[in-house]
């Protein structure tokens, strides 16, 4: 049994600033800067075993076991079409992504009818009938207009809308299903308002509230397609997709899981992705140490990026 104490405790405010490349855009955050609260805890053991965790600011035998380690679980990729992206980005990107092997999108909508419809039209043409596409509104409508735009945007047919609006809103998530059978939300188990369930690790308040989530989730037979991105979801959600995989589910039909392609370089053990899927992570730990450099550069607003973007902001 490892012995010791806890000798430190460490909480630092890193930041990255994802919105000079238009990263991480969307109807709610259009200039975002991701960031999130590091903290490190400390112990006096002889092998320095030391525990790291984040969050945001602002089944069957050793043969499924077999099979993840084959086949991984598989992704979507949202890295195609944040708000922020012309129209010549989100093709090249999308036309990369395809040829990466890409199958199933994700395009951020809610700010502008015309524009929404336009980059779907976009997106739908280049990825064909055949492929995946999903939309997230994040919370942008209220629930007529949820119902007025995708009375429009599903024609496109989208498999879901994610965050059509306000996630305590149970009734209106209902009111807006009936609506449109072909469109799927999400956090919902009561008033049988949804056909995929997508947590958040780090939005709820810990490991084991994720799981109780993911039992509640098999209990009514829904499917759990996990939101990712931001700084280290991707990192954090591949333990939860893999434990629901190999111990809840034993399922992967109608699962997948987001996917977005920046800032795992920061993360000491930063997630795979390989055939547009996630590969187990083979690390101990849930995978939120940052590297220490990383962390340096981005404290806010004493690192090294901060102390040059600061006083070019003031200017």
Known sequence: MVRGRISRLSVRDVRFPTSLGGHGADAMHTDPDYSAAYVVIE?????GIKGCGITFTLGKGTEVEKQMLA???PAYTTSCAWLGYSDDTLKQLCAQALKDGWTR???KVGADLQDDMRRCQIIRDMIGPEK???MDANQRWDVPEAVEWMSKLAKFKPLWIEEPTSPDDILGHATISKCHNRVIFKQLLQAKALQFLQIDSCRLGSVNENLSVLLMAKKFEIPVCPHAGGVGLCELVQHLIIFDYISVS?????RVCEY????????KYPVMIQRASYMPPKDPGYSTEMKE????K????DGEVWKKLLPAQEN
């Open 298 to 301: 981005h404290q806010y607003p």
């Open 260 to 267: 977005v392609d920046h800032l795992h370089e920061h993360f």
């Open 250 to 254: 034993a399922s992967l039909e109608n």
């Open 43 to 47: 112990t006096d053991a002889e092998d």
């Open 132 to 134: 995946t596409l999903m």
């Open 71 to 73: 086949q991984g679980y």
């Open 105 to 107: 999108f994700k395009v």
């Open 293 to 296: 450099e990383s962390v340096k």
